[in-house]
């Protein structure tokens, strides 16, 4: 069991990105930490935690509030 982040567009379609796997939530989260600007820079505008193909949490907004 792994978790990954599904990597979408301003409108929700899926896009690519880094196809990272993670042990836990707390290793997901911390690489999307310092990984964030550099996805925000090549067109990633939210995420998706998933947990195997479950949803944890999202669509998350990368943009800055």
């Given amino acids: 069991m792994a978790y990954r982040w599904l990597y979408q567009d301003g409108e929700g379609h899926e896009t690519a990105g880094p196809q990272q796997r993670f042990e836990d939530q707390v290793a997901a989260e911390d690489w999307l930490g310092q990984a964030w600007q ?3 820079d090549n067109g990633v505008l939210q995420v998706t935690l998933l ?3 479950a ?4 669509p998350m907004s990368l943009l800055p509030s």
Avoid: N
């Fill in 38 to 40: 550099d996805l925000l």
């Fill in 51 to 53: 947990h195997d193909e």
């Fill in 55 to 58: 949803e944890v949490y999202g």
